[in-house]
């Protein structure tokens, strides 16, 4: 057994000063506030439950700093992804993921949803393991000490009525079946989740939507969605319907669906999301970069859908920035402050993320709950004279203020160092590796 000592810590009561907490098998066994530290593991700053970060694309680390050379649009910002991509193999991927997940524990994410669709070798063809590229992510995570649900992703079109390019063809299985009988021999356990997705209205055709989401119905279920105006005008041109009502008349959209994006919707769309308490998974530093828009989160929120987060694209791996951009970027497009509390920033960034990818037991300090810390320092040039409040954590931190992270009571991060992890060098090393 396993004990620490938080000066100030977040419980769901609140922010409160002395709590010693002790740790059984990777979960909160006694919770004691006003306590003294006695010979306890001391947590100084502000602690926090675990971060989840709902919508990762490994790989796309890689081009943080080189895809910002030339003005672009997202298009010419996706051609330079699938050189990347063309360039992994799993021995390669397990490398770069592996120093990903180390720089996201290092920002305070103990848990991380992989939207997961780089799947086969070049042109198609399957490795001896079917499977061998999203294992290696499995084992990056678990090297590295994150919890991961691997979110195996369908993707099967090129676009609307369009064919795969040649990059893509390592993306597909050639149809939902096939996808669905190659992720069932993916085994999941107390630190993987084994969740789905489509990857979007455009790569996946409607009438294999619904097979996707009926395939696995007891896990996460994800998809990008309304990312692009021109995929809602290139469905609306297909279909007759937006994105989401492809989604809801294909049965997608529940309350373990989590829409990633949802950044151009109508009043429809918006309904159809909340009355369903489909997630709604925002994920601002990387719609920012792509100049894809700003979401309805307040629309989405007061319809129903909650609200997670995620870092995508990697542009920044912080969710303390994703958190007050979501605030910060409904003031710009509203012209008003006030939409979202600091509180409401945190349960998406903790609990609600952490449920939607399937960790329903994180995210929060309390008895019998996954035993995941996150030390923010108040004393940087960011947080010094803040008062060390949940606004502190939402509006003046960043990932450089976290100095130490737990999880499932093991202590992964300690003086802003990983346990076991020259992150910054195997960062430079792996990348190197597949952009020369």
Known sequence: MTSYWCSTALLPTGITRGVLVTVADGRFASIETGADPGDAVRLDGLVLPGLANCHSHAFHRA????????????????????????????????????????EMLLAGITAVGE???????????????????GTALIAAARDVGIRIALLDTCYLAGGI?????????????????????RVSSLSGSDDVVIGAAAHSVRGVPPEQIGAVAS????????????????ENAACLEAYGRTPAQVLDEAGFLSGRTSAVHATHLTDVDVRLLGSSATY???????????????????????????????????????????????????RLAAQERGHWSASELLKAATADGHRSIGFDDAGVIAVGARADLVAVRL??????????????????????????????????????KHANLDVAAELAASIAAVTR
């Open 379 to 416: 004393d940087s040039v960011r947080t010094a004279g803040t008062g060390g409040t949940v606004e502190t954590a939402v509006f003046a931190a960043s990932a450089a203020d976290v100095s130490d992270v737990i999880v499932s009571g093991k202590h992964m991060v300690a003086d802003s």
């Open 161 to 181: 009525d369009q064919p795969l390019s040649e990059v893509q063809q390592r993306f597909s299985d050639g149809d939902a079946a096939s996808w669905a009988a």
């Open 215 to 230: 395939a696995f119905p007891d896990v996460p279920l994800h998809v990008h969605l309304s990312e692009q105006v021109a």
């Open 115 to 133: 939207f997961h669709y780089l799947h086969h070798a070049p042109g198609g063809r399957h490795y001896d393991d079917p499977n061998a590229m």
């Open 63 to 102: 081009l943080r700093g080189r895809t910002q050379t030339e003005r672009g649009t997202f298009w010419t910002w996706r051609d330079q992804m699938y050189a990347v991509a063309a360039a992994l193999t799993p021995d390669t991927y397990y490398d770069l993921a592996r120093a990903v997940y180390g």
């Open 280 to 330: 709604s998974c925002f994920c601002p530093t990387t719609e920012r970069d792509l100049a894809d828009g700003i979401g309805p989160s307040v629309a989405l929120r007061d319809a129903g859908s909650p609200l997670t987060l995620g870092s995508d694209s990697h542009a920044v791996i912080d969710l303390f920035e994703e958190m007050r951009a979501v605030e910060l970027d409904e």
